[in-house]
C-alpha cells in the first residue's frame, strides 16, 4: 500500500525537470556554472572562496555535485527550527 501525496506537493514538481538527473558525482566547474545560472569566472571565484565545493584532480578542477545540489536546494529546516 502507498502513501498518497498531498495535490500540492504533486503540482510543485509537475514539468520541473532536476537538473541534477544523470549528472556523475563531480561535474566541471563551467557545467556546474550553467546549472546554476552563474558565469564561467564567478564559478571560479566561488571555488576559490570555498563557497562551492570542489576537488582538484591532476590539474582539473572539479564540482561536487552533491555540494552544488544542497547549495541550490533550499533549506526548510530553519523555517521549521523558527516556528517552534
Known amino acids: 500500500m502507498t502513501t498518497p501525496t498531498p495535490a500540492s506537493t ?3 514538481t509537475v514539468g520541473v525537470a532536476d537538473p541534477f538527473a544523470g ?5 566541471s ?6 546549472i546554476a545560472g552563474f558565469s564561467r569566472a564567478s564559478a571560479y571565484r566561488y571555488v576559490k572562496a570555498g563557497e562551492l565545493p570542489s576537488r ?3 590539474g582539473r578542477i572539479y564540482v561536487l555535485t552533491a555540494g552544488l545540489r544542497a547549495l541550490l536546494t533550499p533549506d526548510t529546516t530553519d523555517a521549521t ?3 517552534s
Open 81 to 83: 527550527q523558527g516556528a
Open 23 to 27: 549528472l556523475p558525482a563531480l561535474i
Open 29 to 34: 566547474v563551467e557545467k556546474a556554472a550553467e
Open 56 to 58: 582538484r584532480i591532476g
Open 10 to 12: 504533486a503540482v510543485a
